[in-house]
């Protein structure tokens, strides 16, 4: 079983720089993938951006392609989404989620889901 805490969400300005953090307990990330998603208000979920805990090869979506950056921390069994430039379609509740069926962009294929953090852009 493995818990994961969102943390870094928030109220945040247009091109705003936040980072969020997904740290795990009750195991480590090692040779799970670790991806983040986000929910916008009567929106599907969709991908962000994922990374292999094991190669590091990370993948993001075109959407935030060039604007967000996902990272991790082996000391700290953390992975962080670096977002910069932020745009007020960016809001939503961003989700970290891990599992081990490989770098993929679909939510079936984590198994371990955290609760979430909101974050809100004002224009």
């Known amino acids: 079983q493995v818990q994961l805490v969102e943390s870094g969400g928030g109220l945040v300005q247009a091109g705003g720089s936040p980072r969020l953090s997904c740290a795990a307990a009750g195991r480590t990330f090692r040779n799970y993938v670790t991806g983040w998603f986000r929910q916008a208000p009567g929106k599907e979920r969709e991908f962000v951006a994922a990374i292999h805990w094991s190669g590091g090869i990370t993948s993001h979506a075109d959407s935030v392609k060039g604007r967000f950056t996902i990272s991790k921390d082996g000391a700290k069994n953390t992975v962080y989404l670096q977002m910069n430039s932020l745009k007020p379609v960016d809001t939503a509740v961003y989700y970290c989620?891990?599992?081990?069926?490989?770098?993929?962009?679909?939510?079936?294929?984590?198994?371990?889901w955290g609760q979430g953090t909101q974050v809100t852009v004002s224009s």
């Open positions: 989620a891990t599992g081990t069926q490989g770098l993929s962009s679909e939510s079936s294929a984590y198994m371990y």
